[in-house]
């Protein structure tokens, strides 16, 4: 069992250092319990794989050196082909996962875009199609994490044509809400306009809360107060988040800040920081109210 030790030794260390490389995640932001898993699995195998040989070779009849040194070989070519089988299933979708996670972290954040950057672009020259699947499933991780530029780019460079009629409703929605943080309302609201209506209900209550923000911000009030009637939030906290924003914004057009600054303080509370910045971009009524808890809260953070 001496060389089948040493070979699964071998394999289940280079397993988490492959299984990056498949994924296009660099080893440092690899997390621990993927890296142990990862080694224990092919560790385990190779000696499953290497156990098993030896047992049937010494069988035939062959001296217990050379069964230990034909095993071994049998067990670590068998774990590794195993392993590079496992980390090209879903390689794309694997290692998307893990960056967008890490994008959230700020020590980990320029590492892991720049890996983002790479898949994306690979993927891209191999299949137009899980290409268009990857962007749309970073665009949330990328906003979330205030990376709104590189999340309008990469949407921006998806062409119309190459989407299904479902992708290109979910990309024009999600360019649409890059474009308000860019403060683009025209773009924004022609961007919302080539998207077929109604759309399906999940999708349609969104658009409307854009609409009502682009109204809402335009002084619009009566306009943006008539686009929210009727909206059921109760089970969607993130759709309730939004519906606070458009309200701020309308209270504050309306000359009530402190009832403003009560919705914003409520979408502070409901969405984070995040949220409350959300209400700086684009400009609006309730913009400079956001401010200035933003800074009153950086204040006391600081004292």
Do not use: Y
């Amino acid at each position: 069992m001496t060389t089948t030790l040493i070979a699964a030794l071998v394999v289940g260390l280079l397993a988490p250092v492959v299984r990056g490389l498949a994924w296009g995640v660099p080893f440092g932001l690899l997390s621990i319990s993927t890296v142990l898993v990862s080694f224990a699995g092919s560790t385990l195998t190779v000696l499953l794989i290497g156990a098993t040989a030896e047992f049937l070779l010494r069988a035939a009849e062959l001296t217990p050196d050379q069964a230990d040194r034909v095993a071994g070989g049998i067990g670590a070519l068998g774990g590794f082909v195993l392993l590079l089988s496992s980390a090209r299933r879903m390689r794309h979708v694997r290692g998307l996962s893990i960056l967008c996670q890490r994008l959230g972290e700020e020590d980990a954040q320029p590492t892991a875009l720049r890996a983002l950057g790479r898949l994306l672009d690979r993927v891209k020259r191999s299949d137009t199609g899980q290409h268009i699947g990857l962007v749309l499933m970073a665009t949330g991780p990328l906003t979330q994490a205030s990376l709104w530029e590189v999340a309008r780019a990469r949407l921006s460079s998806i062409e119309e044509q190459s989407l299904t009629p479902a992708q290109s409703i979910l990309r024009n929605q999600a360019l649409a809400t890059c474009q308000l943080q860019f403060g683009e309302l025209d773009a924004a609201q022609n961007t919302i306009g080539s998207i077929p209506r109604p759309a399906e209900p999940s999708i349609e209550v969104w658009l409307v809360a854009m609409e009502a923000l682009l109204l809402a911000v335009r002084g619009e009030l009566e306009a943006a107060e008539a686009k929210l009637r009727g909206q059921d939030t109760s089970d969607n906290p993130a759709l309730g988040a939004s519906h606070r924003l458009v309200r701020a914004h309308i209270l504050a057009g309306h000359d009530q800040p402190e009832a403003a600054l009560v919705e914003l303080k409520a979408l502070r509370q409901a969405a984070g920081r995040a949220g409350l910045e959300r209400a700086l971009h684009p400009d609006g009524p309730a913009s400079e109210l956001a401010r200035e808890l933003i800074e009153a809260e950086e204040s006391r953070t600081l004292s």
